[in-house]
Structures are given as C-alpha cells and as structure tokens.
C-alpha cells in the first residue's frame, strides 16, 4: 500500500513541476538554515559539558557593591583560595588558574640553553588541584604532581609538537618564559576540545606566578586569577552563597567591606558577559534562544509556503479529486496520497538542504569563529528525521485535508472554485505571518547595522588613525626602552611615540578608588588608570581643556584627569581641580592634578565613561605607541621591526594597529549584524518565493474574470492594481503587526549599550518600503502579464 501510494504520489509531483520546484526550494534553504542552528546551538550549549563533575564546580566570582550599582568579576583576591581550604575543609577541591596573555617562550637546546624556537602565548598558572577537578586527560606525566613544583611547565600536545617536534620526547626538555625563568616540561595535555572556555596551550605551576608572595591582600581582587570549588553532594551552592557572606565579612578589612563572592555554576560560565570567560569569547543564551526562534521561523514559513500552494491549486486537482472518491476512495486515503506527496518533497528538500548545509558552514564558521561540524550523530540524525516528520505534517496535513473535502458532484458539474476549497483567508493569514517574520528580521537588522556603524564611526575623543602597538619586551632596563623610544622617533615615516601602559581605549585596565585633596576617606568611586609618558598625548592627541600635561619624569610627578573626574570630584569648573592631590594605594603614590583632557572612551562604547586618571610611572610600560606616516607605512613597519629586532634580539616582534583592535571590541555584535543579515535574507527569500507561487496560481484562477474585465472596459492598469492591491494590503497588515514586536525586541537588546542609536520612526518607515518594492519585484512579471493577456484568449480558457 505504502508503496502505491509513493508511486502515485512521484507522478503527481511530475506533472506540476513549477509546484514541486518552488516547495523543494522554499523547504531547502529553510531546512538548512534550521540545521545549521541547531548544530550552532548544540556546539554553544555543549561547552565543558565533558568534565565527570560539571554539576558540582562552581567558580567564585566577585560581586561587588558600588555608588553606581553592582560590579561583577570573574576574578578573586589572592587569599581566598587558601581561605577556603582552611574555613571550609568539606570542600572536595579547591584551585586557582592565572591568566597571562602575550607572554614569551623559548624552546631551548637540551644541552646548551641555547634558543631554538621562540613564541607568543598566552599562558596559565595552575595550581595542581585544577586537574583534578577538570578533566584534561594527560598524553605523559603525572596529573597530580605535574605542576606541584617551582618552574615546571605543561605543555598540549600541540603545543609540545610546535616547540619540539615530537611530543614524545618533550618531558623533561626545558623552556624560557618571559626571557627570564626557565621551566621544566613535566606533563603533555592530550588536546583540549573546541568546546571548552579553557585555553590550555602553556600551563606553569602556579608556584612559577610567585603569587604567593601577595596572598596576603584580601582587597586586591584580580581579574585574572580564577578560583574554582567543587561543592560536597550535600551542599548546594545557594547553602554556600550564605557561607560565602560570612567568609568575606571574617576575613575582609572594612575598607573593602563593599566587597561581596558568589558561586557560578560551570554551566553558565559560556554564557554570562558580565563575568566572562578565561578564553575571552561568550555565546548568551539570549542569542542561543533568538537564533533557535528565528531557525523555527524560517522553517514555519517555508511550510507555509507549501500549504499557500498546495491550496491555491486546489482547482487544478479539484477533478483529480472527484473521480478518486466516485471510483472508492475514501478521505483517509486520500489523505494518505497527499501526505506522500508531501514526504517526498520533504524528503528531498532535507537531502538537498543537507549539501547546503555543508558548503555554508566553512564560512558560518569562518564567521563566527566556531569550530562546528556536521556528523551524524544520534541527536542530529534524530534531529533529521523529527524535522522530516514535522514538516511533513506541518506542510501536508491542512491542504489534504482540504483537498480530500471536496464534494465530488460539484467537482464534476464544474462548479468547484478557489473559494469553495475553503482556503483563500486562510492563505492570507499565513502570507501575512510569512512577511512579519520578514520585517521583524528587516528591522533587527536595520537596527544592528545602525548601531555597528555607530560604534566604528562615534568619535572616541582620541586619534586612532595610523597608530600601531607594540607590546614591549619584559625588559626592566630603562636605557633599552628610552633608545629605542629614540630611534623610532627619528624614523622619516614616524610622526609620534610614546610608552604607556594601555592605549587610550582598551579592555584591559587598573581601576582603584583612592583618596582627594588630603581627605581622610577614600572618594565614593573608583577611578581609572592608565600610566603613560608624556608624549602619549601628542600621539593620540587628547585634548586639554585646563592646565597641560606632566613634566617627563620616570616616576610620578603630576596627574592628568579627565572631565568626568573632575565633575564627579565637585568642580563645575574643570580648571578649579588643578592643583588638588590625588593618593592611591594607601598613599605609596601621590601627586597633585596638573592637567584636565576632554573625556576620550577608555573602554567599548558598550560601556559608560569612567573617570579617569594618567600618570608617568615607566616600570608600568608594556606597551609602545606609534603614529606613522600612511602615505609610507610598508617602509615605516620594515624599519621599525628591525630596530625592534636589533634592540631586543631574544623577543618575537609583533604589533597591531589600534583601529583594528577597536573593532575587535565588537566582534560579537559584527557577527550579530552578519547574521541577521543572512537570515533576513532567507526569510524575504522563502517568503517572496510563496507570494510569486500565490500570485501566479491566482493569476490563473482568475483568467476568466480578467478576460471580461478587459472587454468590459477595463485598462491594463486597473487590472494591475486588481491583483497588487490584495499583495499590497496583507505586506502592510505585517507590517503593522511586525513593527511593535520588532520595536519590543531591539529596544531590549540596545539596553545592552551605554552608548545606542535610536529607534526612529525613519527605520520603521525604510522597513515598509523594503518589503513593498521587493514583493513588487517578485510578483511584477506575473501581475503584468496578467494586465495585458489578450481577453479573448482568457475567455476561451476551461
């Protein structure tokens, strides 16, 4: 039986190719679209989901009270961890990591020290409980002594076969961190997965940190260092969060007594932006939802297409019909029938959406730099057949049900028509939604864009333009660091350089509050500092608007604060802070304001401003700042390198322009945008592919009435606007109903953002517009070449 029904069904489908064509197209890109969401979002939700007690790790992270509301951080002072081993011995395991980003290793000669290879990384200090309470399994050594050692090392297999060649031979060869310490390779990590937030390449001891030499400062909370617990199964972390507020008020001074710790499940570490990830990169399950939505969607709306065409024939197969039920059949097998017919298509569209899938997730990858790859696992062959079974019923069921209704008696009299079938408002209902859906994506990414083009076009207070940094050498001599400060300045293609400790906007950071004019209490707020030389401001041209800059000097001798420093002080005059003190770090440093610069983002325009601070302190300086010459920046870079090269020969050179590190600040947004842009596209796709299907099959039922319209009277333009006038009012019908929904959603999301654009009325109207010509483009051909058929010709029509 089955069988017979799939052979009538594929010759069915072979008699109404341009039907088959447009459901098989409309079906494919939908279905790949949504399988490519689904391995998105099986790879984001599948982060360090491999560890044996992923329920019961939790990182504590900082939660701290401030007069501008909470402050969180992933990181913790230094003596917690050690606090907690010895307050709370029920804890399992207790560990700490350290990032360090951008550090040198040299691969060493096994008997003579001598460099072979050299490198930057970044690297992490890990205590040896880590692997103990994280599954990285080990190639060689031993997990548990690995790193109980000053100056040992553990290195990833890749990582070993990139300084050694062969990992095999790798434990016990030695290597130089940082052109100063040289540690013992002791252990080879297998691998770690792509879905892991834990960048393990480089792993020293902890004890190589000497960290431990400051664990005595409770208020000093890093955002580097991580320490991770794993609770006792008869502990839950709202039971410790309790525990944690006596723990902090026991151990720290009353000056941090705004301070606060909480516990973050392992499971939501990938997905929080407020505390972030070790490796930098977070994926919201705000997204992951939107993404799973918008997969759904694209997905209704292709089955919508199939239902709007499978019932705007229905005249066509109105006889088919009649002469089936008068020769036996009854509903359920014709129902039956058209169900196959369905399943084939689908069938066919889930093959071909498949290749599709495959060619376009290099780039999906490339894009969001994901590592996802489609294996047919149990949960996507799973995933496969339930979306063949759903769209099959999803698509089918309606229109052969409605199909398998007709009355056969009026099907045979010739007096069936489109809307005895039952399913013309339907079909404007389902046109309608195909097209919200539409605009709601032609507005999200309206809105993206806008705000995309907002944060790489703002001003941020500061030249950005041709200005490259150089992460200087872990060198503490200053005569290196002042000759070649001297030599790149008189380079023909370099107009500025300066040293500093951070370029003007970074993500990196000191913030600290810190006592005013002699007070006897630290300020209400916290400030941020950023140590530069004093012709940082000419490189970056910050603007002065009272007073001017320190004197050049090694050590501090003069502040410079921004505008929202001195406003938040109590001065409406920016010149009246001149000359006020400013101490930090109880007082080891101190020195009066000199200067006031216009306010410049020290951050990503995702965040507010920040009262800011700069000061001359040259053991600080990591960073080197250079403006250069565009018209002959090839020959400018060549000589900078090797004057770089020539003064600190045992160092891998390596720089970046500070506008392309700008724009790596909103990566995840530029993805975003991307995205939206791809899926807007889908959708206005698949929905414009409907519409042309619905108006060509109207066109066709409806041959007769154009025929006596048109010897009736009517001209070739009233007959246009017979058929885009019904297209027309159901596109502005979504667009009303698209429009709130939209607002809704992006005004949500823009809350994200210190700094947003504006949602005008503007953008609403632009959507209207897009979505109008692009129907009219679709269905143009089709609705003129109704107008101007010969009536006769219509009138002869059966």
Known sequence: MLKNYLKTAWQNL??????????????????????????????????????NNKERIYRVVAANKTPEGMHYSQGSALPVAEGLRIDYPQLEQVARIYARNNKQLTALNDTTNIPQKKFKENVLYAEPEFFSIFNFPFLAGDPKTALSEVNTVVLTQATA???????????????????????????ILQNTPVNTDFPLQVVLSFKTSRQEDLSTDWGAQDGSLNTFVVLPKNVSAQQFDKDLKIFVKKHTPTEYANQGYMLQPLNKIHYDRAFGTLSGKTFSRELIAALSLIGLFLLIIACINFINLATAQAVNRSKEVGIRKVLGSNKM?????????????????????????????????????????????????????????????????????????????????????????????????????????????????LVVVRQMN?????????????????PMANDTS???????????????????????????MDQAGWDDDFKFDNADRKTGFKADFKWADVDYFKTYNLRFIAGGPYS?????????????????????????????????????????????????NGYSLKEEMKPMVLGSNKMFYRLINIKIQPQQAKQTLAAIESIWSKTYPDFVYEYQFLDEKIAGFYQQENQLS???????????????????????????????????????????????????????????????????????????????????VHLGIGLFLLTILIA???????????????????????????
Not at 478 to 504: T, Y
Request: charged share 15%; glycine share 8%; proline share 3%.
């Open 772 to 798: 109008e010509i692009i129907a009219w483009l679709t269905v143009g051909y089709q609705t003129i070449k109704a107008s101007v058929a010969n009536p006769v010709k219509a009138l002869r029509t059966e």
């Open 333 to 445: 097998q014709l129902i039956l029938q058209f169900l196959s017919e369905t399943f084939l298509i689908t069938l066919v569209s889930v093959i071909i959406a498949i290749g599709i899938a495959f060619m376009v997730l290099p780039l999906l990858n490339q894009l969001l730099q994901t590592s996802v790859k489609i294996q047919f696992s149990a949960s996507v062959v799973l995933f496969l057949s339930c979306l063949i079974i759903g769209v099959t019923l999803l698509s089918g069921i309606y229109p052969a049900i409605v199909l398998s209704g007709f009355n056969p008696i009026t099907v045979l009299k010739n007096k069936f028509t489109n809307k005895t079938a039952g399913g013309f408002s339907m079909r404007k209902i389902l046109v309608v939604f195909q097209f919200v859906v539409a605009q709601i994506l032609i507005i999200g990414t």
């Open 552 to 600: 050049p000097a090694d050590t501090v001798n003069g502040f410079v604060v921004n505008e929202l420093l001195a406003k938040k002080s109590g001065f409406k005059n920016p010149a009246d802070i001149i000359g006020k003190k400013i101490s930090f770090w109880n007082g080891k440093i101190d020195a009066p304001v000199v200067g006031v610069v216009k306010d410049f």
């Open 161 to 187: 076969e990139k300084y050694f060649g062969d990992w095999h031979s790798a434990i016990g060869k030695l290597i130089r961190y940082d052109n100063s310490t040289i540690c013992k390779v002791t252990g």
């Open 14 to 51: 072979r008699k109404h190719k341009a039907y088959v064509v447009i459901n098989t197209a409309g079906l494919a890109i939908g279905v790949a679209a949504c399988l490519l969401i689904f391995l998105l979002t099986q790879y984001e939700t599948s982060f360090d989901d491999f560890h």
């Open 674 to 756: 991307k995205l939206f842009q791809l899926f807007a596209g889908i959708a206005i796709f698949i929905s414009c592919l409907g519409l042309y299907g619905f108006v060509a099959f109207m066109a066709v039922q409806r041959t007769k009435e154009v025929g006596i319209r048109k010897v009736l009277g009517a001209s070739g333009s009233s007959i246009l606007y017979l058929f885009s006038k019904e297209f027309t009012l159901l596109i502005g019908v979504a667009f009303l109903i698209a429009s709130p929904i939209a607002y809704y959603l992006m005004h949500w999301w823009l809350q994200h953002f210190a700094y947003k």
């Open 478 to 504: 200053h005569p290196s660091k002042d000759a070649l400060k001297l030599q790149l300045q008189q380079l023909a293609g370099v107009k500025e350089v300066s040293m500093s400790a951070f370029s003007p």
């Open 454 to 470: 907002l944060f790489q076009n703002a001003d941020p207070g500061f030249d950005k333009a041709a200005i490259l940094t150089v």
